[in-house]
């Protein structure tokens, strides 16, 4: 498995980024480019990670392909394609996106999220989405969510089998499928199960943490990662026995000095097992 996260120069050429790549001791990284790029960059910052040893983890799009205006989806889905070709010509292990949300907030909760017409909406737009491209270095990934399909193994086992596309596979972010306190205080067995029934569908992962709040009703929060209950001792021993360039990426934090501190925190987890990150 390797570590990464982001970078924090603004418009980097490929030496700089590798530069801070390796200060910052990750072996994983997102991707440093957009669709805009052009192929000779691109390229540039492909060779400059793989002369580095280091991995393109995933290229992020973060819009609503569900979205119930006509012209906000088409757009939707016309970024999604042109990520998915980004994360083809690089060599990133996937393209993640969510699936999406029926309602206003393009990543947030709504009755419909869970219909029978959504989910044969999204089996529908992926199809769509990877038709179009037809990757064959990269996949397209779904990453987990509380409150919208796929948030457990079950649904996403449902929508591979669904989508029944080859390079459609899992993106596992497991703070995501926490989402009531049975999960929660059972999250170690959560994660046993996640890699037993999506192992070898899994392209990448976050990393992030939680806590359960007192306050009535239920109130879950994410926090860096050592602040919460996540089972990283079960999440990195999982994640051992996959690929080893598996991707595990941190997310969310507000400054660097928070980056620093959650990845040294997954690194005294990785030594405490005798596991290489």
Request: charged share 25%; glycine share 6%; hydrophobic share 40%.
């Amino acid at each position: 498995m390797r570590l990464g996260g982001p970078t924090f120069q603004k418009n980097p050429d490929p030496d700089s980024w590798v530069t801070e790549l390796k200060q910052l001791g990750y072996r994983a990284a997102y991707c440093p480019v957009d669709e805009s790029a052009d192929t000779q960059t691109v390229r540039a910052f492909e060779q400059a990670a793989w002369d580095a040893g280091i991995i393109i983890a995933e290229v992020g799009v973060w819009n609503n392909p569900l979205a119930s205006d006509d012209m906000e989806r088409r757009r939707a889905i016309d970024l999604c394609q042109h990520r998915l070709a980004l994360a083809d010509a690089i060599g990133a292990c996937c393209c993640v996106n969510i699936s999406g949300s029926r309602g206003q907030v393009w990543d947030g909760p709504h009755p419909e999220n869970y219909s029978a017409d959504t989910f044969d909406l999204i089996v529908e737009t992926t199809r769509r989405i990877l038709d179009a491209v037809r990757p064959t270095r990269t996949y397209f990934t779904l990453e987990t969510m509380p409150w919208m399909i796929p948030d457990s193994v079950d649904s996403y086992l449902k929508l591979l089998s669904a989508i029944d596309r080859p390079r459609f596979a899992v993106h596992l972010d497991p703070v995501n499928l926490i989402n009531s306190p049975g999960l929660y205080y059972r999250n170690g067995t959560l994660l046993r199960d996640c890699f037993a029934r999506l192992r070898q569908h899994i392209k990448s992962c976050h990393a992030k943490d939680i806590t359960l709040g007192t306050t009535l009703t239920v109130h879950l929060s994410e926090v860096r990662p050592g602040l919460g209950t996540l089972d990283y001792v079960t999440f990195l021993r999982e994640l051992d026995r996959l690929d080893p360039d598996t991707p595990i990426m941190l997310e969310h934090l507000p400054a660097a000095e928070d980056y620093l501190a959650s990845a040294e925190y997954l690194r005294s987890v990785a030594r405490a097992e005798h596991l290489t990150l």
